[in-house]
């Protein structure tokens, strides 16, 4: 099983200039270097054992990075807290490898949309790239453009940086300034602890800015596919599904990453900020799953209305001619127009019964059920206390 796409193991080779070829044909030109993220992939990759492995180590040495800074600064108390702790300390792991799982997820998605992709023939040369070839397209799926992502991850960092500022309580109290929300979430309080804290926050939040940036080129490459390269077939849907996996795991992996906060840290409930970031997250997870597939669906509409209009031309034709036979009583061969009328019928149903959304029904039940599961438990507990007191 590959671990990355195929132009992973090459992105050194990539950001220098050409890739050698393998074969007679032109070598294929990457359209831009890699990012930051791709060159730390790749190296992850070429390890031995499992990506989630590493990623999962990466995750306890945040941990205990953060944990061990935090006790040598000074008063350092988890207690219910514990659990919040963690999670700020593994953030940053879990975002990485949703990142490399999803490139994984585009890449199978690419080959399991094969039978209708339609690329144009060209003669590719080095001169003049082909940002239409199928390498082109798994580049562009699984790769970062390095220059964007660095602008990403510098706008995540000044992002998280002044999130914090937002939970500040201008009346005063424990969450009056900085150092008291730090307090009041169990943190240490002292220049040093709140020093490593920033930094650990800082870098999580480079890379949350990555992961953002990283959704939106990979669903948009998601639609540009779709309405550039698919070839459009009712009766053959399946391989255009491919995709909305991809599609589906990027709305989850949102939603994970919103969700562990509130069950880290169900204090936070308490903040109305908290909520309409909550809120505003669900949105982005939703919009995130049918965004790159309006494209197709748009087609497959047409496509549809075009099929229909193709199947009551035949049968208006069909009923016209059954008209002229009675008006002439010319009734011999008659059960071949009935069978001709009858197969026109069962063709237009079973137009109408296509889909024209690029999804199976069991993804998007799993996409409702992870925006609406925690709602509803929350929803549950909060009227159970209301009502139990």
Known sequence: MRQRAEASPRLAQAAKGVIPAKSATPPFVPPYP?????????????????????????????????TGLQSLAGVYQPGRFVFLHIWIGVQFAYMLGLMHYLDRSAQAALAA?????DL??????????????????????????????????????????????????????AGASLIGLSSSFGISASPIGIAALLIQFAFAQA????????????????????????????????????????????A??????????????????????????????????????????????????????????ENAYRFEAAVSELHQRVDKKSLSRMDDLNKTLSSLEIEQAALHRIPTWPWDPGTLRSVVAALALPIIIWLIQYVLQKVLG
């Open 34 to 66: 890699p990012s930051w993220f791709d060159r730390l992939a790749d190296w992850i990759d070429q390890l031995p054992g499992p990506a989630w492995l590493v990623y999962l180590l990466l995750g306890i040495a945040g941990l205990l990075l953060q």
């Open 113 to 117: 949309f094969r039978p209708v992709l």
């Open 120 to 173: 144009p023939r060209r003669v590719r040369s080095a001169a003049v790239p082909d940002n239409s070839s199928l390498e082109d397209l798994r580049y562009r799926l699984t790769t970062l453009p390095r220059r964007t992502t660095r602008w990403a991850a510098l706008a995540g960092v000044i992002l998280g940086l002044a999130l914090p500022i937002l939970f500040i309580r201008p009346s005063g109290g």
């Open 207 to 250: 890379v949350a800015g990555t992961l953002v940036y990283h959704c939106i080129h990979q669903l948009s490459e998601i639609n540009r596919v779709y309405l550039r390269f698919a070839r459009l077939n009712l009766y053959r849907l399946q391989p255009l599904y491919a995709f909305s996996i991809p599609a589906a795991l990027t």
């Open 252 to 309: 989850g992996g949102l939603i994970i990453y919103n969700y562990a906060w509130f069950a880290a840290a169900p204090q936070l409930l308490d903040q109305p900020i908290s909520l309409v970031l909550s809120a505003f997250f669900a949105i982005v997870a939703a919009a995130t799953f049918a965004w790159p597939l309006l494209g197709i669906h748009g087609r497959l509409v047409a496509e549809k209305k075009r099929c229909l209009a």
